[in-house]
């Protein structure tokens, strides 16, 4: 690339200072030269959808599979929410917001049906305890 310094402004418009943009651009079509193509110029939009923050709920899944499986239920809990997880990373959002609604949906019914398992744990030995008493 050839560089070379070129002036501008002749010796008549030495009375007011250069503007810098208008140099710029004489400076850059001196650089890059004129447009090929005389087409007007188009622009692209591209839409970037922000990041939704849609849970999952693959921990609580987890610690109802682990912890408090009754039925079976946290197995399928968690396949659920396995499935909304990877329903959100390709993309599929609706898709993933349908399997996340079930996982909720599954977990608060684990979650239920454990707490009353383990009230009927606690209390039926001790009514039993003081029926033989």
Known sequence: MNHTVQTFF??????????????????????LGAPHNPAPLTSTVIHIRSET??????????????????????????????KSRDRKLFGHLTRAQAYT???KCLNIWALILDIIMTILVIIIPILILQAYQ
């Open 10 to 31: 002749t010796p008549a418009s030495t009375d007011r200072p250069p503007n810098y943009e208008m140099l710029k651009e004489e400076h850059e079509v001196d650089v």
């Open 53 to 82: 923050s849609m849970p999952d709920h693959v921990v609580w899944s987890l610690f109802s599979t682990l912890f408090m499986n009754s039925c079976c239920l946290g197995f399928i809990v968690f396949a659920y929410s396995m």
């Open 101 to 103: 609604s079930t996982a």
